[in-house]
């Protein structure tokens, strides 16, 4: 990913609660539309200019061709504040951070994330680095808001269940249960993103517990009842598939070695 820095130059009267909010808006469309990576966007302003840093999955990811609609409103709404285009500088890869995909058509792909990932929550499932977002068709609403809700959602469930100090068991639930609602919302977005790409599109389901590894490598497909265990692991997490359900997963992590 490539470390980006974007200055906001006043050119009339503003204040600073209005620029900022402005400035913001630009920063959360980018982020739902997958163009910038992470959370917390630290803003200065020196010499009438608002300056913060970025990181993207792409030397190019800020270009106008890769924007959604959201972003060009929120672009345009800079003036009324006084704000000028922003301007953008690539400061070069970041060498803490993964590449992203390459592929033009990945043979498959997969939604998955963890607590520590602030990259893109699809992966190809060939090379298992990130997809920019911005580089698929629009998931709902001309961006990808739906699916970076996801991804958040995800995470924080994750950063329950390691800390163990409260609500852990509804947040595991959340990511092992075919039942729970983060499923329901992951399914739901594979099945939109697979009609929208044709590409087959999976989606992770976290395993933990369980008695032994044997009962664990003789697991179920807990959708369809069948046999899905790979013949080996794939992408070091992977150890069973099931193409009629779309769905991967690991053999407990309690006894994966
Ligand atoms: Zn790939
Ligand atoms: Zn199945």
Redesign the pocket.
């Known amino acids: 990913m490539y470390l980006t820095t974007i200055e906001f130059e006043c050119f009339a009267d503003t204040t600073i609660s209005q620029a900022e909010k402005a400035i913001n808006q630009v920063l959360d469309c980018w982020r739902y539309n997958g163009q910038i990576i992470g959370r917390e966007f630290p803003v200065v302003i020196k010499d009438a200019t608002f300056s913060t840093r970025v990181v993207c999955p792409e030397e190019n990811s800020l270009l106008e061709s890769h924007q959604s609609a959201q972003v060009k409103r929120a672009k345009q709404a800079l003036s009324d504040v006084g704000l000028l285009s922003p301007k953008i500088k690539s400061l070069g890869r970041d060498i803490n951070s993964d590449d992203s995909d390459l592929c033009e058509s990945p043979s498959w792909q997969v939604l998955y994330t963890n607590y520590l990932q602030s990259c893109s929550p699809l992966r190809c499932g060939d090379h298992f680095t990130p997809i920019p977002l911005y580089h698929l068709p629009a998931v709902a609403n001309g961006d990808h808001k739906q699916l970076v809700k996801w991804q958040e959602d995800w995470s924080a469930c994750d950063q329950l269940q390691m800390n163990g100090s409260i609500l852990e068991h509804g947040a595991l639930m959340e990511m092992s249960s075919t039942k729970s609602h983060l499923f329901k919302r992951g399914s739901n977005l594979c099945k939109r993103l697979e009609y929208l790409t044709k590409t087959p599109t999976y989606l992770y389901l976290y395993r933990v517990g369980g008695e032994s590894l044997s009962t664990e490598k003789a697991r179920a497909?807990?959708?369809?009842?069948?046999q899905?265990k790979l013949d080996e692991v794939e992408h070091d997490i992977f150890d069973f598939k099931?193409?009629?359900?779309r769905?991967v997963s690991n053999i407990s992590w309690d006894f994966k070695r």
């Open positions: 497909c807990p959708s369809c009842g069948g899905w099931c193409d009629s359900c769905l």
